[in-house]
Nanobody, 122 residues
Framework: QVQLVESGGGLVQAGGSLRLTCAASGIIFSIDDMGWYRQAPGKQRDLVALITSGNSTNYADSVKGRFTISRNNAKNTVYLQMHSLKPEDTGVYYC????????????????WGQGTQVTVSS
């Protein structure tokens, strides 16, 4: 059983910074891609940033130059460092792990976290 647990969300003023952390628990053999998604009230869940097992990254245009995604494969953890936050960055941030292979279940599966709220005040 794999669980993703996010932390680091909260309330911050515009221009401030936050660092989100997502740790995958379980007996994990490998994870392909890990990412962060954001869902604002009344809107769909959109990709914020993605990082591959080889550390290639992809960002939404709206966060390029302000957010940095990184991962620690030994800890099965992904981070999202957010700077120069704007009110439009407000939303629930979800962590995702794609292509997770565990010792118990060799077939690859995808997992999502429960989400952490980020609120940026103007």
């Amino acid at each position: 059983q794999v669980q993703l647990v996010e932390s680091g969300g909260g309330l911050v003023q515009a221009g401030g910074s936050l660092r989100l952390t997502c740790a995958a628990s379980g007996i994990i053999f490998s994870i392909d891609d890990m990412g962060w998604y954001r869902q604002a009230p009344g809107k769909q869940r959109d990709l914020v940033a993605l990082i591959t097992s080889g550390n290639s990254t992809n960002y939404a245009d709206s966060v390029k130059g302000r957010f940095t995604i990184s991962r620690n494969n030994a800890k099965n953890t992904v981070y999202l460092q957010m700077h120069s936050l704007k009110p439009e960055d407000t939303g629930v941030y979800y962590c995702a792990a794609f292509g997770v292979r565990t010792i118990a279940t060799w077939a690859k599966r995808d997992y999502w976290g429960q989400g952490t709220q980020v609120t940026v005040s103007s």
